[in-house]
């Protein structure tokens, strides 16, 4: 019958005592695997980008923000950035998402050939109740939900995939708008597709020169804000008759 030779005799005879178990895997790093376009990454990207706009509500804003965090990405990545004044960024929002909006109405729709009443949200006009609710939602569902996920999320995965050069970030603002263009069809039919596109151009320019969402944000609230009020003041005719009879 064999002993085991004893651990400490040995050590003091020179050799060294070797553990004969396997090392330790490295922790799995799931952050990193959301962050990537392996299997984990790609699904995320499929859950986010296709479930947020199909519900068409805040869900899209909130899931960008769990795979955030579930990701560990930055804040900024998704243009989360604190502006250097947040008062010229409110302010400035608000006038660029006005003008801009009497611009489409007055101009830039009439040439398109879209009609000069939204069939899809006349029924506000005069409508106190109704328009209430409804500038709620279009602040929380555009203002914040939809610029999270079509520019914040979309330019960040986007943009790990093509690359950040200036060719591929007008190619994220074209891929961008065209998405967000395409799911305005389902309410608001081609004339709404075809506003959507040019609002998608533009805010998507503006986010990929400054990386910043809060302008965008504010602008977006404030045009849709503004479309509201034309609806509900039921002036939609004669804006869309200005200048284009």
Do not use: C
């Not at 005592?17 to 962050?35: I, K, Q, Y």
């Not at 305005?184 to 081609?190: A, N, T």
């Amino acid at each position: 019958m064999h002993r085991r030779p004893n651990a400490g005799l040995i050590h003091e005879m020179g050799f060294e005592v070797t553990s004969m178990r396997a090392p330790a895997e490295p922790p799995v790093d799931r952050g990193a695997r959301l962050r990537a376009f392996g299997p984990l990454g790609t699904a995320a990207f499929v859950v986010v980008a296709l479930l947020g706009p199909a519900l068409q509500n805040l869900v899209g804003g909130l899931l960008v923000l769990v795979w955030r965090d579930a990701s560990d990405t930055p804040w900024s990545a998704i243009g989360y950035v604190r502006p250097e004044n947040w008062f010229r960024t409110f302010t400035g929002g608000v006038a660029f998402g006005v003008v801009f909006k009497v611009a489409m109405k007055v101009l830039v729709m009439p040439l398109l050939g879209a009609p000069a009443v939204n069939p899809a949200y006349h029924y506000l006009a005069g409508n106190p109740t109704a328009v209430a609710a409804m500038a709620i939602y279009v602040v929380a569902a555009g203002g914040f939900s939809e610029e999270t996920l079509y520019r914040g999320f979309l330019f960040e995965r986007l943009e790990t995939l093509l690359g950040s050069g200036a060719a591929a970030k007008a190619l994220v603002v074209l891929i961008t708008s065209a998405w967000f263009a395409a799911v305005h069809y389902r309410d608001q039919g081609v004339p709404g597709v075809e506003q959507a596109a040019m609002t998608g151009l533009v805010f998507g320019t503006i986010f990929a020169r400054t990386g910043r969402i809060w302008m965008p944000m504010v602008a977006h609230a404030a045009f849709d804000l503004t479309a509201l009020a034309i609806i509900y003041w039921n002036v939609e005719l004669p804006m869309a008759h200005l200048v284009f009879r």
